[in-house]
T-cell receptor
Framework: DSGVTQTPKHLITATGQRVTLRCSPR?????VYWYQQSLDQGLQFLIQ???????AKGNILERFSAQQFPDLHSELNLSSLELGDSALYFC?????????????FGPGTRLTVT | GIQVEQSPPDLILQEGANSTLRCNFS?????LQWFHQNPWGQLINLFY???GTKQNGRLSATTVATERYSLLYISSSQTTDSGVYFC??????????FGAGTILRVKS
């Protein structure tokens, strides 16, 4: 158990809908990262928050947004869902926001868009 | 951006055999991690190894940062070692860049 929690574990929804994925980092970790794992793109970085502020952005679509709350949990919002958004979404956390330090991954949320 | 290549892409082993997985990266890095993704999809941290050698039970890893590669050794493989092994390096901007992975199947 990495100490990072994600809910829900599975989500099935229809095209055009909106969903929210939730992540709680390990105790003491200030940075939260979101990654998407799909069959065709592999594991890709979406976005990072550090202590409530956006720190880095990757290949995140404009239909997707995220935030980190004062208690450090984070939410990833996916809207106007398309079939291609079906993927495994991981949250990771680390103590600091810099380039060193280990990232720990949650169990993931498997999203299926039908 | 940085490129991460893993080899071999697939590996089938008989239980008890040893194996070496390789990760090459295209630029200097100060953060490298190895992960095991089990059949249930969980990403499990194996090693945080920007340089040097580490061992954890039957697994060990070596990173030669100056030559831009890392190796993961699995000894006396077991069926529970099956899954996908990923190497990931930290690029400027804090994100991890993952390789495509090595799919390992251990047969009993």
């Amino acid at each position: 158990d990495s100490g990072v929690t994600q809910t829900p574990k599975h989500l099935i929804t229809a095209t055009g809908q909106r969903v929210t994925l939730r992540c709680s980092p390990r105790s003491g970790d200030l940075s939260v990262y979101w990654y998407q794992q799909s069959l065709d793109q592999g594991l890709q970085f979406l976005i990072q928050y550090y202590n409530g502020e956006e720190r880095a952005k990757g290949n995140i679509l404009e239909r997707f947004s995220a935030q980190q709350f004062p208690d450090l949990h984070s939410e990833l919002n996916l809207s106007s869902l398309e079939l291609g958004d079906s993927a495994l979404y991981f949250c990771a956390s680390s103590v600091a926001g810099g380039q060193t330090g280990e990232q720990y991954f949650g169990p993931g949320t498997r999203l299926t868009v039908t | 951006g940085i490129q991460v290549e893993q080899s071999p892409p697939d590996l089938i082993l008989q239980e008890g055999a040893n194996s070496t997985l390789r990760c090459n990266f295209s630029d200097s890095v100060n953060n490298l991690q190895w992960f095991h993704q089990n059949p249930w999809g969980q990403l499990i941290n194996l090693f945080y190894i920007p340089s040097g050698t580490k061992q954890n039970g039957r697994l060990s890893a070596t990173t030669v940062a100056t030559e831009r590669y890392s190796l993961l050794y699995i000894s006396s493989s077991q069926t529970t070692d099956s899954g996908v092994y990923f190497c990931a390096v930290r690029e400027y901007g804090n994100k991890l860049v993952f390789g495509a992975g090595t799919i390992l199947r251990v047969k009993s």
